[in-house]
């Protein structure tokens, strides 16, 4: 599976963004989807996730209410979709791929397969 993350760019707070992940490579219909980010200094954390075929999706308790994770399955892409922006979102967002979740969704671990980063930064 091949991730290739866009949609990165600088927002003022507030404001709105669209990030795309387009997969490619094997089958990946059973998989799971996530989005992380990497803040300068700090861990990567989980943003949002969801499976591929659908049903629930799961997001960090900071972005609830404010992103959405979706897919286009006619397009092999996932999107998120971020709202309310706050400088405190200034990150690099990656995209990435897990065949299955034997812990939690949460854990960068748990995911076998990531995009590059496309970068994020919210101006005050």
């Known amino acids: 599976v091949q991730l290739q993350a866009s949609g990165g760019g600088l927002v003022q707070a507030g404001g709105s963004l669209r990030l795309s992940c387009a997969a490619s490579g094997r089958a990946f219909s059973n998989y799971v989807m996530g989005w992380f980010r990497q803040a300068p200094g700090k861990e990567r954390e989980f943003v949002a996730g969801?499976?591929?075929?659908?049903?629930?999706?799961y997001s960090a308790d900071s972005v609830k209410g404010r992103f959405t994770i979706s897919r286009d399955n006619a397009k092999n892409t996932v999107y998120l979709q971020m709202s309310s922006l706050k400088p405190e979102d200034t990150a690099l967002y990656y995209c990435a791929a897990a065949r299955s979740i034997t812990s939690t969704w949460d854990s960068s671990r748990e995911y076998d397969f990531w995009g590059q980063g496309t970068l994020v930064t919210v101006s005050s």
């Open positions: 969801m499976r591929w075929s659908g049903g629930r999706a």
